[in-house]
């Protein structure tokens, strides 16, 4: 199992959820703020299989909004692996 965390502009939030529920995959969004991406951004939680690692990260960088100058990031993305995933 995995777990992603992304870290993207709320601008582009709405658009990579839908995508990803609509993919059947689960994504818990929480607003955040912080230093290195500064504020006005979501970070969003994703518990998966580990086949299905490389269709969600080609969700969200297709969905997620370009940047104006190139040198811009739009967001992160870390993927971990989980020991265990319980649903309560």
Same mark, same amino acid.
């Given at each position: 199992?995995?777990?992603?965390?992304?870290?993207?502009?709320?601008s582009d939030t709405?658009?990579?959820s839908s995508a990803l529920t609509s993919a059947?995959?689960?994504v818990t969004t929480i607003a955040s703020t912080g230093g290195f991406l500064r504020r006005g951004h979501s970070t969003l939680?994703?518990?998966?299989e580990d086949e299905?690692? &490389?269709? #969600?990260?080609q969700i969200i960088r297709?969905?997620?909004? !370009?940047?104006? &100058?190139? #040198?811009n990031r739009r967001?992160?993305?870390?993927?971990? !692996?989980v020991?265990?995933?319980f649903h309560l």
């Open positions: 199992m995995k777990l992603i965390i992304t870290i993207v502009p709320d709405d658009a990579i059947e995959l689960r939680l994703i518990g998966l299905q690692v &490389e269709q #969600a990260l297709t969905t997620s909004g !370009k940047s104006n &100058e190139p #040198a967001g992160v993305i870390f993927v971990l !692996k020991d265990q995933y």
